[in-house]
DNA sequence: GAGTTTGAAACT
DNA sequence: CAGTTTCAAACTC
């Protein structure tokens, strides 16, 4: 087990947030928006009532707090805000690749931030990175920085507070747009790449943009100038709701980097080589957040305090390389607390790095996986006015489409920016909750088409889960029940054709969430939505959407090399999916997926979009089911979405597990509501209690039920069950034991030719013999009889002992006793085939 | 595999 | 909320 893992562990209330962002080379223009609408989707809380109920009230308490939470380290939470760095293992892998091969041409722009649990490889960002104090108590973060190795430069004003074990990305400070715009290009975050690719959001309060510049591949590495006028027509830059009072951008320039800044990258380096401490890192990427009567500078996420990095702190630069097909993450408007691991939450960006880069390439620990292109989201709102700049040292020039960045203000008051790919090209960014059940995937469908395929950096992610988390925004509490000690494992070492990358697949259950199209109707009460929820992007349903998509379907479209989104303005993949059910649901956690195969429905009427149907009911799409008709799937996501809603208006917690906590002193499984069988007695599968392998309770409202503790039916049904159980062990274990004494005997039987000569001539047989002795054994035993055999051996032993009183030399014997054998077996085999005539005969 | 039984979900 | 209908899984033959 990593290091990492073992820190997951150890930190069950450490959150790890991924972002991944999705940015297909030819779709850097394919940035999408998310409407204030969908931001409003988002769920504001994730529930699972028995993770509720394992969240202990300690952690619960400590989500709304912020500052305070500073100094108590010894919660694992997120309030935990111990200064230790060195133990903060946060990487930014910024990896830039010039590579050129076709995948990866179009996926140059992509860059990629993911938690990575491998500590091994990867600078670490200490705490004596965070030099700054932030307004808030939190100390110890860094925040609006520049990082940058080599050719790209993420700069901007994201704090990774590493004593915090958080890491902040910062949307742009409150300097206002008009400001930002004007200002210099520090102020911007562009990612440029060879003038053509920038994509610019305005994340948070201050209407400066935060601009992802790829670098042109002439231009020299490390220009982030973000200036306006150079940035192409083929985007344009919205603000997004600046606020008026934010305060202005400070030390926005990323260009340069001071003494203190090289010293500090330096103090990363360094400090990935010394042991960390205990305390995990908590990486927390929010987006920009309303400050209704919450203070605007401070964020809490699950407990733990966001506050806005001092503008004073130093600009740190990280290497980033451009294609790495991931998803960025993060709910615009919602703070997630992704990971509620104690596993210190590493984010790597990963990047490939570019050879021209004379940097070595800088890592920076953070939870997310950025894909140029794709959204920036989930900024904290920071003081600091340093932007982040991203630059890619990309050096492959590629065909990138016009980005509209557009400004989504206003809603809640929160601030975001948001970049609108006008490319088509569905792009999925994940979110992906480390060692939880839950994929979040943000799937973000672009107005263009864009059919160049990015592959997924070779980036590896593994994160293990740990105990469930509360995530608080504000006064937003989101807790996720996590699948303990399992490990995520992101993996996306392959080409893929399809922008969804970054998979995360520890799910045991796969649930869904939301919508994936803006349709404002739909509002979903998450709180009440299942674990193992995926959003993911809608294919016909707008340019942008959440949709509810099964960890398994992300899976799949990340290991299926074949799943391509080419040409297709729609999201095609999810048929392709669909037809790949079978595909191991990752490649990481076969056996989990396997744990629990879900039986294909068999739904025939309900268009499997009632609960009826246990895909739907589950959250799952319909995988290699039986169904007729099926609508549980992305092609109708309008449709399944609409159904969702109507379950969740009918129930809200229709889609809460059926099985739960039960009251203090009943069992600690029990069904939600109980059944009401009448007739089965509570001893069949029809009832749901009995069926989940639990005891009807007080709830039921069963007629004679038979299914408590005390009842002999049921134990008679539990003895009979175990026993045929017992019965089925057996049986398969005496198979295989079988076999493999079969497989045993046949080894030892096979007689051993021998290289050399052997003191028993009428074992020493030739290829010849060996042959035909193996033959023999085929022949029918009616013909080769203990009777048969005996004289055979009394042949064999008789010329033997002939040759040996006639002192002929080895190799005659050998022959003798060898001819001895031919005449035996001819014998034999007249013998059968006689037997074999006469049969034929009789049979006629 | 077809038909029946069953109980949850959906509907009224 | 109760009664009825619909539905798909579980079960039986």
Redesign the pocket.
């Known amino acids: 087990m990593s290091k990492s893992s073992r820190r997951v562990d150890t930190f069950a209330s450490h959150y790890i947030f991924l972002l991944i962002f999705f940015f297909h080379s030819g779709q850097l223009a394919g940035m999408d928006v998310v409407s204030p609408e969908l931001n409003s989707l988002l769920p504001d809380e994730i529930m699972d009532t028995e993770a509720i109920e394992d969240i202990s009230d300690s952690q619960a308490h400590g989500t709304n707090t912020q500052s305070k939470t500073t100094n108590e380290t010894t919660v694992p939470m997120e309030t935990d805000t111990s200064s230790n760095v060195s133990s903060a293992e946060n990487t930014l892998v910024a990896p830039t690749s010039k590579d050129s091969s076709p995948s990866s041409s179009s996926a140059g722009n992509q860059i990629t931030i993911s938690v990575s649990s491998t500590t091994s490889s990867l600078p670490i960002l200490k705490q004596s990175l965070a030099t700054s104090t932030t307004s808030t108590k939190t100390t110890n973060s860094v925040s609006g920085t520049t990082v940058s190795t080599g050719g790209l430069k993420l700069s901007g004003p994201f704090t990774i507070s590493a004593a915090n074990h958080q890491i902040i990305l910062n949307k742009v400070a409150t300097a206002q747009a008009s400001e930002a715009s004007k200002s210099s290009a520090t102020c911007h975050q562009v990612i440029k790449q060879e003038g053509q690719k920038l994509l610019v959001t305005a994340i948070g309060k201050s209407g400066s943009p935060i601009v992802l510049q790829l670098p042109n591949s002439k231009a020299p590495v490390g220009q982030t100038s973000a200036d306006p006028k150079i940035q192409t027509p083929q985007f344009k830059v919205v603000t997004i709701g600046g606020r008026p009072e934010l305060k202005p951008l400070v030390g926005c320039t990323t260009n340069q980097m001071t003494a203190l800044q090289t010293q500090q990258l330096k103090a990363v380096q360094i400090a990935k080589k010394t042991p960390t401490s205990s305390a995990p890192i908590k990486f927390i990427i929010t987006k920009t957040v309303n400050s209704k009567g919450a203070s605007p500078q401070s964020q809490v996420v699950a407990g733990r305090v966001l506050t806005q990095t001092s503008s004073v702190l130093p600009t740190k630069t990280i290497t980033l390389t451009e294609p790495i097909g991931t998803s960025l993450q993060s709910i615009p408007g919602k703070k997630i607390a992704i990971s509620p691991l104690k596993t210190p939450s590493k984010v790597t960006v990963v990047s490939v790095a570019s050879p021209t880069s004379s940097a070595p390439p800088k890592t920076v620990t953070l939870p997310v996986n950025l894909a140029l292109g794709q959204q920036i989201l989930a900024v904290q709102q920071s003081t600091s006015a340093s932007p982040v700049k991203v630059v890619s040292s990309q050096a492959t020039a590629q065909n990138i489409k016009p980005v509209q960045s557009v400004a989504v203000g206003g809603v809640s008051g929160s601030h975001f920016k948001t970049i609108i790919p006008l490319a088509t090209q569905p792009n999925v960014q994940q979110i992906q909750v480390p060692g939880s059940r839950f994929h979040y995937v943000r799937l973000v469908t672009a107005t263009t088409a864009s059919s160049t395929v990015q592959p997924s950096g070779p980036s590896t992610n593994s994160v293990q889960t740990a105990k469930p988390m509360m995530v608080s925004t504000g006064a937003v509490r989101m807790s996720v029940p996590i699948v303990p000690a399992q490990s995520v494992k992101q993996v996306a070492p392959k080409p893929l054709t399809t922008a969804v990358q970054g998979v995360s697949t520890s799910q045991t259950q796969q649930r869904l969430i939301m919508p994936a199209t803006p349709l404002p109707q739909i509002q979903p009460n998450f709180t009440n939505l299942p674990p193992g929820t995926v959003l993911a992007p809608a294919p016909g349903g707008g340019n942008v959407g959440y949709a509810v998509v099964p960890a398994q379907y992300v899976t799949q479209l990340q290991q299926s090399p074949f799943v391509t989104l080419a040409n297709n303005s729609s999201f095609s993949a999810s048929s392709g999916v669909q037809t790949q059910a079978r595909l191991p649901v990752n490649g990481v956690s076969t056996t989990e997926s396997t744990s629990r195969p879900r039986?294909?429905?068999?739904?025939?009427?309900?268009?499997?979009l009632?609960?009826?149907?246990?895909?739907?009911?589950n959250g799952e799409f319909c995988n290699n089911?039986?169904?007729?008709n099926c609508f549980n799937n992305l092609e109708h996501e309008t449709e399944r979405l609409k159904?969702i809603k109507?379950?969740l208006d009918?129930?809200p917690e229709?889609f809460k597990p059926?099985i739960g906590k039960g009251k203090e002193g009943e069992s600690d499984r029990r069904h939600s509501?109980?059944?009401?069988?009448?007739?089965?007695?509570?001893l069949?599968?029809?009832?749901?209690?009995?069926?989940a392998k639990i005891m009807c309770s007080s709830i039921?409202?069963?007629?004679g039920c038979k299914n408590f503790e005390e009842s002999p039916e049921r134990k008679t049904l539990m003895h009979l069950a175990d026993a045929a159980e017992v019965r089925v062990q057996q049986q398969t274990a005496a198979k295989t034991k079988l076999s493999s004494q079969i497989s045993d005997l046949l080894m030892r039987t096979t007689p051993v030719i021998p290289t050399g000569g052997g003191s028993i001539p009428c074992l020493e047989l030739n290829s010849s013999a060996h042959l035909f002795l193996c033959w023999f054994r085929k022949l029918p035993y009616t013909f080769v009889t203990k009777e048969v055999l005996e004289a055979t051996c009394e042949c064999l032993l008789e010329r033997a002992k002939c040759s040996e009183q006639t002192l002929q030399p080895q190799a005659e014997a050998e022959r003798m006793i060898l001819e001895e054998f031919g005449h035996c077996l001819m014998s034999i085999i007249n013998s059968a085939g006689k037997a074999k005539v006469d049969c034929a005969s009789i049979n006629c």
Not at 625 to 628: A, E, K, L, R, Y
Not at 673 to 682: A, D, H, L, T
Not at 700 to 703: D, L
């Open positions: 039986k294909p429905c068999n739904c025939t009427k309900s268009q499997c009632k609960l009826y149907c246990d895909c739907f009911a089911c039986n169904c007729n159904a109507t379950c009918r129930n229709a059926k509501k109980g059944c009401n069988c009448k007739r089965s007695g509570c069949k599968n029809y009832c749901e209690c009995y069926e039921c409202k069963c007629i």
